[in-house]
């Protein structure tokens, strides 16, 4: 499966804003955003002002970056949402935010989404008891994720959830950490995601 395997730090210095791409060291004094936040590149600090098509493009990447996932794929969500009834923006951050992969990440279940991409490509959650290894699976309103029953699966999510025990987990995602689950109790609106991304944007970059 394609993905990115360039450094982290380097998106972040791209986009000009944190992506939170390496968890608890973007929050620490190493983060590479902190010492050095100018673009990458030995032109980086000279950029000339954006035109409206750059900033419609940046906001594109930021949001792409952010969930991990490459043009092809992004595209086909956007399509998803288009094809939706509401507004297309809203759409597309909630069909991003129930991916798997991010459900894992949102529930403490993983540091960040790398880690729980990983996580599902081995094999380690389960959804409604069924053992899912696709990171893009789409995860549904009442769908209970959990953990597969074996002690090293469960050592190693316990052991992230002690990394990510300071994080808040959303209210529309209820995480019982002593049985290791979480359920999706409805699906996000925009007031629920926090992420430095205008989507407007990003809408009108796709509808031109």
């Known amino acids: 499966m394609a993905r990115y395997i360039g450094p982290s730090c380097r998106l972040c ?3 000009g804003t944190k992506l939170f791409l390496k968890g608890a ?3 620490s004094p190493k983060c590479a955003f902190e010492r050095r936040s100018t673009p990458p590149g030995m032109h980086g600090r000279g950029r000339q002002k954006p035109t ?3 900033r419609q493009l ?3 990447q930021k949001l792409r970056r952010i969930y991990g996932v ?3 794929q992004f595209r086909l969500y956007f399509a998803r949402a288009a094809r939706k009834k509401g ?3 809203d759409t597309l951050l909630a069909l991003l935010e129930t991916r798997l992969d991010n459900i894992v990440y949102r529930a403490g279940f993983a540091a960040s989404r790398t880690m ?3 996580i599902v490509r081995h094999t380690h959650i389960t959804v409604n008891g069924r053992t899912v290894n696709i990171p ?3 995860v549904r309103a009442s769908d209970v994720i959990g953990v597969v029953a074996r002690e090293a699966s469960r050592a190693l999510v316990k052991g992230q959830l002690e990394l990510t025990a300071g994080i808040a987990t959303p209210e529309w995602l209820p995480v019982n950490k002593d049985e290791l689950t979480a359920t999706l109790a409805r699906m996000p609106e925009r007031a629920d995601i926090q992420i430095p991304v205008n989507e407007s944007l990003v809408v009108e970059l796709y509808s031109k």
């Open 58 to 60: 940046r906001e594109k």
């Open 52 to 54: 409206e098509y750059g």
């Open 25 to 27: 060291r973007c929050a």
């Open 116 to 118: 729980a991409r990983q």
């Open 136 to 138: 893009s699976y789409q």
């Open 87 to 89: 507004i297309t923006g």
């Open 13 to 15: 210095r791209a986009e």
């Open 70 to 72: 490459l043009e092809k």
